[in-house]
């Protein structure tokens, strides 16, 4: 169990604008006015050195795109007192070549007391980042972003989400789709019971609980393979 106060999730981003809007509206929003989680964005680009603000710098050994540099990211996660291994606190990086983001792992940060996710750009991000400053690479899905803020936006939602008196509902997160890896979710229908001629299966509207949670097991589809 995570502690009362609330969760801290920290962005490391060259563009903080990208997240004014997703975690203004919705249940991101009233997550944050609850203080059920705080939100921060720090803008990379605070941590560099030169008049420019440069961020990134061309592949040693040559090749296309950009390549964003450690120093800036090393020195953010210093100003704020993170390291990689600290209890009850995560660093990830968004990478297209990272683990599979999934719902166990979800509901794994949503233990945490704090999340801090450094959002990748251009061609990748010095990989002795990955090395030595964060405990994990993520991706969200087997295609590649303009960048990851995108990512880091799905990841903090899914995570958010999670967290106790969030949602109004506490049941709406129990037994969802994909709790179990490769396991997805059953069909849902509401009103009216008829509609053009199609009609809601009939064992929803029976009233015997045991038989439409069988029900629901059974429309369970798998989601690999």
């Not at 999730?9 to 604008?17: A, V």
Request: some cysteine; charged content about 20%; glycine content about 10%.
């Amino acid at each position: 169990m995570r502690s009362i106060a609330p969760m801290t999730i920290t962005l490391l981003t060259i563009f903080p604008e990208y997240f004014q809007s997703p975690f203004e509206l919705s249940i991101l929003k009233r997550a944050q006015a609850k203080g059920l989680v705080e939100l921060n964005i720090i803008n990379l680009r605070q941590f560099t050195t030169d008049k420019r603000q440069t961020t990134d710098d061309r592949p040693f050994g040559g090749g296309p795109g950009m390549v964003m540099q450690i120093e800036p990211i090393a020195a953010a996660l210093a100003a704020l007192g993170l390291t990689r291994g600290q209890p009850r606190a995560k660093i990830i990086l968004t990478s297209a070549k990272g683990t599979l983001f999934t719902q166990v792992q979800a509901i794994d940060f949503s233990q945490l007391d704090k999340l801090t996710i450094i959002c990748g750009h251009y061609e990748g991000v010095d990989e002795r980042v990955a090395e030595h400053l964060v405990d994990a690479e993520v991706r969200i899905g087997d295609y590649v972003l303009t960048g990851g803020e995108p990512a880091a936006t799905v990841i903090t939602d899914a995570v958010t989400r999670l967290l106790p008196g969030v949602l109004g509902n506490e049941a709406s997160n129990q037994a969802e789709s994909h709790a179990v890896v490769g396991q997805g979710g059953h069909p849902v229908y509401s009103r009216p019971e008829t509609f053009n001629g199609w009609p809601v299966p009939p064992v929803l509207l029976s009233g015997d609980h045991q038989a439409i949670a069988a029900w629901r097991v059974a429309q369970r589809k798998p989601t690999q393979g």
